[in-house]
Nanobody, 122 residues
């Protein structure tokens, strides 16, 4: 499966962005799809994931209540709605997929997009 992220940009603190992860080559509903992020000088970290077939989701604690991951099977796309953004959310955001169950570990995911930059100014 090929993954392409879009929707990044620059926003002020408190603003919102919606990231999209468009999948091609396979039906996204048969994959667990996660979002990760990497800030300058830091390791890549888990943000959220949505499990294959269903709607079960997991979130990193710092984004709970602000970010929402969802899947549109008709568009073969997974979204990350980000509200009340903070400067510490600034990072390159990556979507990743695996054909099976996965949770927070980077090593669990087989396919990765190229990333999209999100910059939140204070």
């Amino acid at each position: 499966v090929q993954l392409v992220e879009s929707g990044g940009g620059m926003v002020q603190a408190g603003g919102s962005l919606r990231l999209a992860c468009a999948a091609s080559g396979r039906t996204v509903s048969t994959y667990t799809v996660g979002w990760f992020r990497q800030a300058p000088g830091k390791e890549r970290e888990f943000v959220a994931t949505i499990l294959l077939y269903g709607t079960t989701t997991l979130y990193e604690d710092s984004v709970k209540g602000r970010f929402t991951i969802s899947r549109d099977n008709a568009k073969n796309t997974v979204y990350l709605q980000m509200n009340n953004l903070k400067p510490e959310d600034t990072a390159v955001y990556y979507c990743a997929a695996v054909r099976g169950l996965a949770t927070r570990a980077i090593s669990e995911y087989s396919y990765w997009g190229q990333g999209t930059q999100v910059t939140v100014s204070s």
